[in-house]
């Protein structure tokens, strides 16, 4: 059995996967787990799993949690705060931690996995988007993998497996075009949290499904694609495909162009990454293409979604600038679902805070800059979105 340690447990990512090893108990076994706050889960989880070590990260959290589990023999190591969930991601015998904290938050637990030799299942995008100049060698140094969980990424991996050196021209990464695909660009200024959390084709948790309204989540993946497959910015492209049934292609230097198919479905590209390079049987629903009916692609309105450019212009600036922008994003998102802004403004105060740090960008960053760079960019949001004037369109939106 393959011992696994997973990062946000009580996330959506951390319960498919625990769906995962429930079907398949002969395959994996759950050496460690941390979540947030979220004690009832966590503790049914435990009971269920019987992990070795557990953290929560909110640490007034831990007292309950102890006192949830205290018929549960043995007792796991339990543990709380950020610390905690360092000592989860490096523990034991785990041969792969999967990465399902959303957010920033994701980063040191990853470093630490790493370093510990450690695989990574890697569901956090802003690990390789924020701490891609410091992740990708420490990769190389301690000889890991790193294993794409996410449905496009993983789909670009599944189609790379046997293509030679040199063979790869241009990915596609396919969008579903979120929860406004269908609005014009002139009802943006009107819509709400709610409006913006009924995603047509995914079940989400809150933070990615705003990303994907503003089809940021996207532009992050872009930035992600430069990292896990070495491939410049101007060879990735943005398609948007509503059913998303086509996760993600590649074009080879033939012009040939392969696809991963499937149902709209997080346990795949999940178990993939558990499992590679194996492949499973599951009893899942089977793709049907003629249920599936027709495909279509559309070019992305730039217009309606400028936080691709500016996830574009973030990439190629490089350094520390997509830190920047990673942090600004998830302070932005925050403000908007705590309903303190309105949704245009996401973009127009990330654009703000790039600019502003743009002659700040560290070229060559350590962590500690990318760390400072990322708590920054949050306080600059904060500051900015008191002052915003909503009249100023950004470039972006035109």
């Not at 557990?54 to 023999?73: C, G, N, R, W």
């Not at 973009?347 to 805070?353: A, D, G, K, N, S």
Request: charged residues 20%; hydrophobic residues 45%; aromatic residues 6%.
């Amino acid at each position: 059995m393959k011992a696994i340690s997973l990062l946000g447990s009580t996330g959506s990512i951390g319960i498919q996967t625990l769906t995962i090893v429930a079907q398949y108990p002969n395959k994996f076994r759950v050496v460690g787990l941390a979540a947030g706050q979220n004690v009832d889960l966590l503790a049914q989880q435990i009971r269920t799993y019987r992990p070795e070590i557990v953290a929560i990260y909110d640490v007034q959290k831990l007292p309950e949690l102890q006192a949830a589990i205290a018929d549960i023999t043995p007792q796991p190591i339990l543990l709380a705060g950020e610390a905690g969930v360092i000592d989860v991601a490096r523990y034991g015998d785990a041969e792969i931690v999967v990465t399902g904290i959303v957010g920033c938050a994701g980063l040191l637990p990853t470093i630490a996995a790493i370093k510990a030799g450690k695989d990574i299942a890697l569901a956090n995008k802003e690990t390789l988007i924020a701490g891609g100049p410091v992740v990708l060698p420490l990769v190389h140094k301690h000889g890991v993998k790193l294993l794409p969980a996410d449905s496009e990424h993983s789909a670009i991996f599944q189609c790379l497996q046997g293509v030679p050196a040199g063979g790869l021209q241009r990915l596609l990464l396919t969008a579903s075009g979120g929860a406004f695909r269908d609005y014009p660009v002139q009802k943006l200024s009107e819509v709400t949290v709610a409006d913006a959390l009924k995603h047509p084709n995914w079940s989400m948790g809150r933070k990615i499904t705003i990303d994907s309204a503003t089809l940021m989540n996207k532009g992050l993946e872009v930035i992600e694609a430069h990292w896990l497959f070495g491939v410049d910015y101007d060879q990735i492209e943005i398609v948007i495909h509503p059913q998303s049934i086509i996760h993600s292609l590649i074009e080879l230097q033939d012009t040939s162009v392969l696809a991963q198919l499937g149902w709209p479905d997080m346990r795949l590209p999940l178990l993939y990454a558990l499992s590679w390079p194996e492949r499973i049987h599951t009893d899942w629903q089977p793709l049907d293409l003629v249920k599936a009916g027709g495909l279509t692609f559309n070019a992305p309105d730039y217009q309606k979604y400028p936080c691709m450019q500016l996830a574009y212009a973030a990439g190629r600036a490089g350094g520390s600038m997509p830190a920047v922008l990673n942090a600004a994003n998830e302070q932005a998102v925050a403000l908007f679902l705590e309903e303190k802004i309105q949704f245009l403004d996401i973009p127009r105060l990330i654009e703000r805070v790039c600019d502003r740090y743009h002659l700040h960008n560290h070229s060559d960053p350590s962590l500690n800059d990318i760390i400072t760079a990322d708590q920054w960019a949050r306080q600059e949001v904060f500051m900015a979105s008191q002052t915003l004037d909503r009249g100023a369109k950004t470039l972006a939106i035109g």
